[in-house]
């Protein structure tokens, strides 16, 4: 429908875990609200559930999730899990941070949609969940 | 300081100067139509005597070692001895990091640097279920004396100087390290080094935080009153501008935080009771070498003449070693790329140029990997020689504060210092820095989203990231903690759970609820509490009952 398509894309920033590096996050957000979408952060030490029942609250389409502490090969797919469980399977969830190449498709098959590292630029996240969403109509 | 007749002379030719350079750049223009420093503080084409026309050298120079200790802290600088080179380091279990230490000291590093995983700086054991995926990653996990024996095996606590980087559970592991120090034979008075223990940071941009305001502020100056009298040569707080930078403010901010900070812990202590000559010739602090190179020298020097001038006016304090601004700098980690990392290894040796040349008293240099990784220890060696090619081989070392005097640098640390003190002010304002923690980061918050859009229109460079990139490979040899450290930890906890005298575990803490609870020094307790393995997760969940936690305001 075409009113619905004017909605803008709503999107919850989260830190799960106990990383207290949220300059990124912030960054990010930022630029999403810049960038017209609706954003909410859900500031420091979020657990996975935390996470989800915000998701779910704050009816998002995307969660994009940040950890520099090397905790994210037991953060995000807990995420992903949680969102399954709640049938929430359409929402995108996309993560950035410090995260090894060799991590990379092990979060991939766990379900995140994409991995953004240091020196990501801003517009490149912001056309990614722009297409992806748009696909997901 | 300079012949006022000599002076209009000098205007006067820098007019016909400035005439001639319009010229010729209205033919040839510049490169950029302004050039400005990382605080947007504009740079001029030239600086001369004109600039520091009222420039008075006893008054806002001085020497090295006296007040406003603009020229340093000690009257020969680097000429009696070189900084002390200390890499931060940590990971996985104490035996891996015992080694790491060990291999450092036997490459020449003079001084150690603790970094602890985030289960153990937020005062949580390794079997927390918050600490699951945390355990050993980004520092050593510690859950009790019995890993503190472990991490120090072999290291003689009398012979090195040991920094920490925890905050909000500082007074325990200063415990432990006390009781690790007793039983290897050397008494706390003879013991050197550094606890972090500055939590107004963590609030602000760090995040470690566990207590509110009230009572960290309590354990605080608990620490300052017990070290003051029994461990005399620590430092007991290293008050931290580094994060506030690396969370992306500027070189002002990061001035201007860092000693707001510092005010509101001298001012909480002289409200506690302490005298601050007692306690503050042990007020250290640690800042952030960027990328901008005047910039961050003109900044160390303009900290140094700050803090001395509100030591001296606001607080009375009449001990030269009070006024003094002693700091460790880190170069900055949010310079490294991920792209062609192998340049990261110019960017920290400038870096490192730049706090030496700002006259710091300790340095740790970053690896070029540490965007990708935590650093192997190949490139910490090379992080470790990058410093001794600065203290040996390039005589940067060789005299006190060799850009003192310069127009430029005098220039911009007069501007730094004065763009410093409005910001306190404001600070002031709002009722000191515990009250101003949003203010602040929203601030940081401002300054990093502007960077941020710098580098993505390309006014800011960043080689490899949006100029001169090139296809390439990932490097090989990266570091990977061992993923079963965290059961290995849980393990060794459990037997220790097992193995130690419960009753008197149990009378401690009911002990600690009580004084807790009251108000005495808690530092006593404690010491006796780690010297009957009491846990730091135990410790930490008693004054969590006791005090309550910090609840964030997002402010985004």
Same mark, same amino acid.
């Not at chain 1, 410090?98 to 060799?102: G, K, L, R, S, V």
């Not at chain 2, 925890?166 to 559970?169: C, L, V, Y």
């Not at chain 2, 606001?314 to 009449?318: E, I, M, S, T």
């Given at each position: 429908m075409s009113g619905q398509s004017e909605r803008p894309i709503r999107v919850l920033v989260a830190k799960p875990g106990l990383d207290g590096h949220d300059r990124g996050a912030k960054v990010i957000a930022q630029a999403l609200r810049d960038a017209g979408m609706e954003v909410i952060y859900t500031g420091l030490r979020q657990t996975p559930e935390q996470i989800v029942q915000a998701a779910l609250q704050e009816d998002v389409r995307v969660v994009a999730l940040s950890s520099l502490s090397g905790a994210h090969l037991h953060l995000f797919p807990a995420v992903v899990e949680g969102l399954r469980r709640e049938g929430a399977t359409d929402i995108l969830v996309l993560g950035g941070g410090?995260?090894?190449?060799?991590d990379i498709p092990v979060l991939k098959e766990a379900g995140i949609a994409e991995i953004f590292g240091p020196g990501t630029l801003t517009a490149t996240v912001i056309d990614f969940i722009k297409e992806k969403v748009a696909q997901r109509k | 300081m300079f012949d006022q007749g000599k002076l209009a002379e000098l205007q006067k030719q820098t007019k016909e100067y400035e005439e001639k350079l319009a010229a010729h750049t209205k033919k040839r223009p510049e490169r950029q139509d302004r050039f400005v420093t990382d605080a947007g503080i504009e740079i001029k084409t030239l600086y001369t005597p004109a600039d520091l026309s009222d420039f008075d050298y006893k008054r806002d120079l001085g020497f090295p070692g006296d007040y406003p200790f603009i020229r340093g802290v000690q009257n020969n600088m680097y000429r009696g001895r070189l900084w002390t080179m200390r890499q931060y380091a940590g990971f996985g279990s104490a035996e891996e990091t015992n080694e790491r230490f060990r291999y450092l000291l036997e490459q020449g590093q003079t001084g150690l640097s603790v970094a602890f995983d985030l289960p153990t700086q937020i005062g949580y054991n390794s079997d927390h279920p918050l600490a699951k995926g945390e355990v050993g990653k980004v520092g050593v996990a510690i859950d009790s004396l019995l890993d503190m024996e472990t991490l120090f095996a072999g290291i003689p606590l009398d012979k090195v100087s040991t920094s920490m980087t925890?905050? !909000? *559970?500082a007074a325990i592991l200063l415990a432990m390290y006390i009781v690790l120090a007793e039983k290897q034979g050397? *008494?706390?008075?003879?013991l050197n080094g550094t606890i972090q223990n500055d939590i107004l940071k963590e609030y602000v941009a760090r995040g470690t935080y566990i207590f509110p305001p009230g009572p960290s502020m309590r354990l605080i100056t608990d620490i300052f009153a017990y070290c003051s009298k029994n461990v005399p040569n620590w430092n007991t707080i290293s008050i931290s501008g580094y994060h506030i930078r690396e969370a992306g403010s500027t070189a002002v901010q990061e001035v201007a935080f860092t000693l707001a900070d510092g005010i509101a812990y001298v001012q909480a202590a002289i409200n506690a009771g302490l005298d601050v000559d007692e306690f503050a010739p042990r007020l250290s602090f640690f800042f952030n070498a960027h990328l901008n190179f005047f910039e961050e020298i003109a900044k160390f020097r303009a900290a140094r003449r700050l803090w001395a001038k509100i030591m001296k006016e606001?607080?009375? !304090?009449?001990n030269p070693r009070s006024q003094m601004l002693r700091f460790h700098t880190q170069t900055a980690g949010c310079t490294l790329t991920a792209q062609q990392p192998q340049v990261n290894i110019m960017r920290v040796a400038f870096q490192a140029l730049s706090a030496v040349l700002g006259g710091t008293q300790s340095l740790h240099t970053n690896s070029w990997d540490e965007a990708l990784a935590l650093p192997s220890e190949q490139s910490v060696l090379l992080a470790l020689r990058t410093q001794q090619v600065i203290g040996y081989e390039i005589g940067a070392a060789d005299t006190v504060d060799p850009l003192g005097g310069s127009y430029f640098i005098e220039k911009l640390t007069g501007e730094i210092e004065q763009r410093a003190t409005a910001y306190i002010e404001k600070i002031d304002e709002l009722g000191g820095a515990p009250e101003a923690i949003e203010y602040m980061q929203k601030e940081i918050q401002n300054s990093a989203y502007t960077y941020q859009k710098e580098i993505e229109s390309g006014k800011k460079v960043v080689i490899g990231v949006n100029k001169f990139q090139m296809p390439e490979q990932r490097p090989a040899g990266l570091l990977k903690v061992d993923p079963a450290v965290a059961e290995r930890q849980i393990v060794k906890l459990n037997r220790l759970k097992s193995e130690r005298d419960n009753t008197r575990v149990e009378k401690i803490l009911a002990e600690l609820r009580r004084a807790a609870a009251a108000d005495e020094n808690l530092m006593p307790l404690f010491i006796a509490a780690v010297r009957e393995y009491v846990t730091l997760g135990e410790i930490c969940d008693v004054l969590r009952e006791v005090f309550g936690e910090y609840k964030q305001n997002i402010v985004f």
């Open positions: 410090i995260i090894p190449d060799e | 925890i905050n !909000a *559970p050397v *008494p706390q008075e003879k606001r607080f009375g !304090a009449k």
